[in-house]
C-alpha cells in the first residue's frame, strides 16, 4: 500500500521559473513532513520540514504548502536555477513507531537555461 | 566532522554469499536505520534501531539482518535469502527525543551477480 503518493514524475523548468511537485498522503496519524534532495550517487540530503499545526514554511527560495484536510503538501522551488536539478522526495511519518519515513516515488526535476 | 559514513561505496559479491554493509555515526544519535533504493523508486525501509541492543523489522526485512551493539554503529547484513540484492543501501540516524529529522549517509551501491 503506497501511503504518501508524489508527482509529477517528472519535471523541466526554465531557469527562474517556479518548481511545484505535489504529495498526497493517506494515514491521518502522519505530523511530519519532510521534503529531501538527492543527486545522482549520494545520499538524500534534508532540505525543507513542515509539521501539521501551520500551512506553509519558507526557507529560502523552496517553500512547503501544507493543506491538512485534503491531506496534500507541495513544494515550491522559486526562482529555480540549474543546480537545482535533482530528484526529490517527499515522505511522511509519525510520532512514536520509530518515526520511519514511508516516502514518495520522487521527482526528477531538471532546470534548463 | 561530525556526520554519517557508510563504507564501501561501492560493493560487488557473488549471488549465493552474505555481505554486510557498514554504517557509522558521530552525531550521538539515538536512532539509526536503514533504507533500500531501486531505480525509479522511493526509498523503502529494512530495519531500524531506537536503541542500543534493540531493533525493529520495516517494511522489506526479508533476507536481511542487524545488530545494534554499540551506539554509533548499525551494520547491515544481507543475506543469501534476500531474492534481489542489487540496490543502492542508504543509512540513516535521528536524535533522541522529540527530534523529527532524519540524516542520511552517503550510501553503498551493492552489485550482485
Known amino acids: 500500500q503506497q501511503q504518501v503518493k508524489q508527482s509529477p514524475q517528472s519535471l523541466i523548468v526554465q531557469k527562474g521559473g517556479i518548481s511545484i511537485i505535489n504529495c498526497a498522503y493517506e494515514n491521518t496519524a502522519f505530523d511530519y513532513f519532510p521534503w529531501y534532495q538527492q543527486f545522482p550517487g549520494k545520499g538524500p540530503a534534508l532540505l525543507i520540514a513542515i509539521r501539521p499545526d501551520v500551512s506553509e514554511k519558507k526557507e529560502g527560495r523552496f517553500t512547503i504548502s501544507f493543506n491538512k484536510s485534503a491531506k496534500q503538501f507541495s513544494l515550491h522551488i522559486m526562482d529555480s536555477q540549474p543546480g537545482d536539478s535533482a530528484t526529490y522526495f517527499c515522505a511522511a511519518s509519525f510520532t512514536g513507531g520509530g518515526n520511519k519515513l514511508t516516502f514518495g516515488t520522487g521527482t526528477q526535476l531538471k532546470v534548463e537555461l | 566532522d561530525g556526520g554519517i559514513t557508510q563504507s564501501p561505496k561501492y560493493l560487488f559479491r557473488k549471488e549465493g554469499q552474505n555481505v554486510t554493509l557498514s554504517c557509522e555515526q558521530n552525531?550521538?544519535?539515538?536512532?539509526m536505520y536503514w533504507y533500500r533504493q531501486d531505480p525509479g523508486q522511493g526509498l523503502r525501509l529494512i530495519y531500524y534501531s531506537q536503541i542500543v541492543n534493540d531493533f525493529q523489522k520495516g517494511d522489506i526485512a526479508e533476507g536481511y539482518s542487524v545488530s545494534r551493539e554499540k551506539k554509533e554503529s548499525f551494520p547491515l547484513t544481507v543475506t543469501s535469502a534476500q531474492k534481489n540484492p542489487t540496490a543502492f543501501y542508504l543509512c540513516?540516524?535521528?536524535?533522541?527525543?522529540?527530534?523529527?529529522?532524519?540524516?542520511f549517509g552517503p550510501g553503498t551501491r551493492l552489485t550482485v551477480t
Open positions: 540513516a540516524s535521528r536524535a533522541a527525543g522529540g527530534s523529527y529529522e532524519q540524516y
Open positions: 552525531l550521538n544519535h539515538d536512532a
